[in-house]
């Protein structure tokens, strides 16, 4: 089977690439099973090994490779060809600064991530017969979905908020935040709710929907999100159901 690419590309370092312009690839003997990352090896390897890419576990675990696969936020390993078909247009996640052709500079997505104190926060000593802290399973059900977050920016760069002002924080580190705020164990839920109360805090989030769909992992982001809200208003995130 045969499948046609047109790509974004861009090169700063080179005079004529130093705009945003597309390009077509036509790869031949594609089989329906092919993920679309082992096709963009194959155009790096057997036609231009100018272009450039992040990717590094190619099973959907690292979270690298995101892009923007016919339109929408995906990671390149997860997706087969079947799926979108034999006319593919990839191109770079939106809303962060382009590197070069599908890398984009990650760093305003982990500035925001590190705002939200995305660690364990709890000043008592650990329980004296060195075992872990304990917790109900009722209670690690409350932030079980959110722990399955892998740091893709499918989500933040999928939200027309988040395109709108890149000051907002964005719903992965809201999800990261999450993580955290309803763990009974950690002790830093007000601080961080406290955070996400600011004016690029949660708020920003305009109920939108793009993030849900856009992650990878599946996880409920735009639940997630609602239930921080409700945190906030509430003052704690004791008694918050599931939205
Ligand atoms: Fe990626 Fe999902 Fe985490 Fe967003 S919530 S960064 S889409 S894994
Ligand atoms: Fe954006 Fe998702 Fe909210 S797309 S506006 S973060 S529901
Ligand atoms: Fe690691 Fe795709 S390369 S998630």
Redesign the pocket.
Known sequence: MQVTFRIRRYNPEVAGKDKPYWQEFTLDDVEPTDRVLELLHRIKWEQDGTLALRRSCAHGVC?SD?MRINGVNRLACKVLMKDVGTKIQVEPILGLPVLKDLIVDMEPFFEHYRSVMPYFVNDDPPPADGRERLQSQEDREKFDDTT?????????TSCPSFWANGEYVG??AI?QAHRFIFDTRDQAAKERLDILSAPNGVWRCRTIFN?TP????E?E?TRALGEVKLAIRKGSPEGVIKV
């Open positions: 979270g995101a399955k977050c892998i740091l893709c920016a499918c989500c933040t719903p992965a999800v993030c856009a992650c990878p992992r996880i982001v």
